[in-house]
């Protein structure tokens, strides 16, 4: 299965971007990391097949994840966007009979979200 991650780019602080990964191939826990320079990856969202959803603490409340399984394709509507939400955002997903998060099974390539301050 392959991931392609779109929707980056530059924001201002406050403002709102919407990222999209589509899979070329059934999924099921899909979701979002993000790697600052000099910082580790970091899990961000997820979501399972069964529209189970799980956020970081520093994205909830304004961060929101959602799937179309029909367009497999896994969203992350960020609002309220902060400098620190600057980094490079990955997706991941899991094969299909696979239970229990976070994905890990495939990555897509990563895109970058710059919020300016």
């Known amino acids: 299965v392959q991931l392609q991650a779109s929707g980056g780019g530059l924001v201002q602080a406050g403002g709102s971007l919407r990222l999209s990964c589509s899979a070329s191939?059934?999924?099921?826990?899909m979701g979002w990391y993000r790697q600052a320079p000099g910082n580790q990856r970091e899990l961000v969202a997820y979501?399972?097949?069964?529209?189970?959803?799980n956020y970081a603490d520093s994205v909830k409340g304004r961060f929101t994840i959602s799937r179309d399984d029909a367009k497999s394709t896994v969203y992350l509507q960020m609002n309220s966007l902060k400098f620190e939400d600057t980094a490079v955002y990955y997706c991941?997903?899991?094969?299909?009979?696979?239970?229990?998060?976070?994905?890990?099974?495939?990555w897509g390539q990563g895109t970058l979200v710059t919020v300016s301050s």
């Open positions: 979501i399972t097949r069964y529209y189970v959803t």
């Open positions: 191939g059934a999924t099921s826990n």
């Open positions: 991941a997903a899991d094969r299909w009979r696979k239970v229990g998060g976070p994905p890990s099974d495939y």
